[in-house]
Every structure is written in structure tokens, then in C-alpha cells.
């Protein structure tokens, strides 16, 4: 019976020792897979940052186009309205002239 008993510890303590090899590989194994993550997360928030800067300059950009045109656009209303009074003015004028003429031929 001892002889059994002792043969029993010793497999035992194997397969212990199997299971503790495994558990050490597949630690590994998972801090490789981590490891591997963490560059990913180093590598996207570079990006990240890379396209936050971007986007503040398009956006400062944006906001200067958006001004000018604005200016842009202000300016050509003013010169709207000045083309359609002279044009009226003008018309007016043209008006009071032709029967400016036509009372002077009339009388």
C-alpha cells in the first residue's frame, strides 16, 4: 500500500506541475495580447491627438473664411442697394429730362 500511496503523490505533484506550466504560458500569452493592446493605444491616441490638432486648425480656419465671406457678402448688398438707387435715380432723372426737352419743343 505504500508503494501506491507514493506513486499516487508523485503523479499528483506532475500534474501540478503541468498545470502550473500552463498557467504560466497562458500568463504570458496574455501579457503579450496587453502588451500588444498598449501599442495599438499608443498608436491611436497619436492619431487622436493628430486629428484633434487638425480639426482646430480647420475649425480657425472655418471661422476666418466664415468672417470674410461674411465681410464678403455685406459688401456686395451695399453695392446691390447702390446699383438700384442709381439705377432709379438715374431713370428719374432721365424721365424729368425727356419732358424737360418735350416742354421745351412744346412751348
Do not use: P, W
Amino acid at each position: 500500500m505504500i508503494v501506491a500511496h507514493s506513486y499516487f503523490r508523485a503523479d499528483k505533484g506532475t500534474s501540478l506541475q503541468g498545470y502550473n506550466n500552463e498557467l504560466v504560458k497562458c500568463l504570458d500569452d496574455l501579457r503579450g495580447k496587453r502588451e500588444e493592446v498598449a501599442k495599438q493605444i499608443v498608436k491611436e491616441e497619436e492619431i487622436k491627438a493628430k486629428i484633434q490638432n487638425d480639426l482646430r486648425v480647420l475649425t480657425e480656419r472655418l471661422a476666418r473664411v466664415n468672417e470674410s465671406l461674411a465681410r464678403k457678402i455685406a459688401s456686395r448688398n451695399e453695392y446691390d442697394r447702390t446699383i438700384v438707387e442709381t439705377e432709379k435715380a438715374y431713370k428719374q432723372v432721365g424721365i424729368l429730362g425727356v419732358h424737360r426737352v418735350l416742354s421745351d419743343i412744346c412751348s
